[in-house]
Structure formats: C-alpha cells, structure tokens
C-alpha cells in the first residue's frame, strides 16, 4: 500500500462522536476503528525516562536545527509544534518526526523566542504546550514549500517571528525575550478550563477544531493512547488561537467535519523521505495544507489546516 493511500484511507473512513462547545471552541472527536500497537514513546516520556536527550547541534548553536540522542531501545515520536525549551532559545518542532531508537537525529525547528540567545541550560526540556494553530499553519506551508523548491525543512523564520509578535501584540502578552511562551503563562488558567472541557472519550484518536463554527484544523493519531498524551498541548493551541478570535464570535452554524475531512482527503498529495523513520506526505490544494507521517505501516499522525486560516 503507497503511503498517500495510507493517508487517504486514514482519513477518509473517519468517525466522528458529538462535538463539544466550549466558548467559542468546538473539538469535534474523532473515534478510530481499530487498535494500532504504540511501538514508540512520545517525547515527554523518554525525556522524563532519560531516554532522549535534546540539544543545540554545537557548542556554538545554529538556529533552524536542534540534535535529538534517542538512548532507548524504541523510537521516540516527536509532534509538529511541540515547543522545546531552554538551552540558547525556545524552539517549536517544523514537523512530526518518528527518531529511531539509539540513534542522534538533526532535526529541523524554528525559533519562538527572537529575543534571546544565550544559553539558560546544557539541554532542552518539552512544555505542556504547541505553538498556536494560526502559526502551525503558516509553518506548514512554508515548510512545504521550502521542501519542493530546496529540499529543506525550512521555516520562513522571520514570518514566525512576525506573526508570534502580533498575536503577542492582539493579547497583551509582551516578553522580554519576545517569546512566545508569555501569552501562553498570561492565559493559563483560561487554556486549562479549555483542556478540561475536552476530555477524551472512548478510542478517540484525534478531532477536528472548529473556532466560531469554522475549521481552524484537524489532528489526527494512530491510537488513543498517543491522543491522550497529546490532547492537552494541541487544545491549549487552539484555545489561544480561539482567545485571539474571541471578537468575531457569532451564531453562524458549526460546520459539517465530514466536509472539511472530505476536502483534505481529496488535496494532492506528494510524498517524501521522512526525517527519521517513515516517508512525509504533504497535501495541498487551493483551500487545505496538510502533512502526515506514515511508518510502519500506518499514518502516524495526520495534521491538516484551512489554506486561508488566521
């Protein structure tokens, strides 16, 4: 089976369970079919097992690139936007990355912090946190297109920062280092009503996010276990994405997730080696922009956004 079909058949046979609404956030869920054995850690695991080790690539440090030392005998799934701090500057993951075991990985990140680079520690530590939908998705298609033109993971770092500096701006979150983490320690307690209100039900291995009734972005796992562990981080995402739009709420109806699914399954398609285990999918058209991981087998994790998101 080719890997875009692997995507495709992922997403297209996708259930749903009733949506919950939560302010102006709605988490559509959605239930997998059947059991995918976890044959890897994610990454707050191993690191509190001491069994990855997240570092600047030199002494000297180089921005776009962060070295990943898998020293357990199981790979280690890291998830696109998962924030890494510490160490010269926080950094956010430009795509999902499956390490082998016992290997040292290069892996490709942008900075989320413009205003720091001095080393605070000797290794990285994870959040409880991504970097907010709005901004995954301008990420993604830039590292797409940095992928077709150069073969690179690249990130436009400068529209990172640009676009983390007004949102900051729009929340009244300023920071000394312009980092992005302060909007995140301004709203906490608001972003974790919003992890309560969602909580996993029954083989649930992904959602769809819909902010004032429209898509804001679909997450999608190989199993339950991974969305549970993973479930926090995303949500806080979208909730500071459905803080920023909380102005524009109305009583437009929800949307159709069966649509929206149906749009990103018929995007093309291209397909390329995987940093790490597996092949990378990426999937465009005029309105979607989306990545997957497929290995061993499966498609890992599936992440799609509306073209003309926020």
């Known amino acids: 089976m080719t890997s875009t079909r692997t995507v495709a058949e992922a997403i297209k046979g996708t259930a749903f369970g009733p949506g919950i609404d939560f302010e102006n956030l709605t988490v559509i869920p959605i239930i997998g079919a059947g059991a ?33 030392t898998v020293k357990g005998a199981v790979p280690v799934l890291l998830v696109d936007g998962e924030e890494l701090i510490g160490a010269k500057q926080n950094r956010v993951l430009n795509l999902t990355i499956l390490v082998p075991a016992q290997r040292t990985t290069v892996i490709p990140v942008s900075c989320v912090e413009a205003g720091r680079w001095r080393r605070m520690s000797p290794k990285f530590a994870s959040t409880t946190r991504t970097h907010f939908a709005e901004g995954r998705a301008a990420k993604m298609r830039q590292v797409t297109a940095s992928m077709h033109s150069l073969g690179e993971r690249r990130s436009d770092q400068g529209a990172v920062w640009d676009l983390i500096a007004r949102k900051s701006a729009r929340l009244q979150s300023p920071s000394p280092t312009s980092a ?23 083989k649930q291995i992904g959602a769809v996010f819909l902010i004032n009734g429209a898509p804001a972005g679909l997450e999608c796992f190989d199993a339950s276990a991974t969305w549970r562990q993973m479930a926090p981080k995303l949500i806080r995402s979208y909730a500071v994405d459905a803080v920023d739009r909380q102005h524009e709420r109305n009583e437009q109806p929800a949307v159709d997730p069966a649509e929206f699914v149906a749009r990103i399954a018929a995007a093309t398609a291209s397909v390329f080696p ?26 890992i994790h599936v992440s799609a956004f509306p073209a003309t998101a926020h």
């Open 180 to 202: 992005m983490a302060a909007m995140y320690e301004k709203f906490e307690a608001p972003l974790d009503d919003f992890v309560r209100a969602f909580p996993a039900v029954d």
């Open 274 to 299: 995987a940093i790490g285990e597996g092949e990378d999918i990426r999937m465009e058209s005029e309105d979607i922009i989306g990545a997957a991981l497929v290995a061993h087998g499966r498609a």
């Open 36 to 68: 995918f054995p976890v044959d890897y850690l994610m990454l707050d695991e191993a690191l509190a097992r001491g069994l990855v080790e997240v570092t600047e690539v030199t002494e000297a440090g180089h921005v776009p690139e962060l070295k990943v």
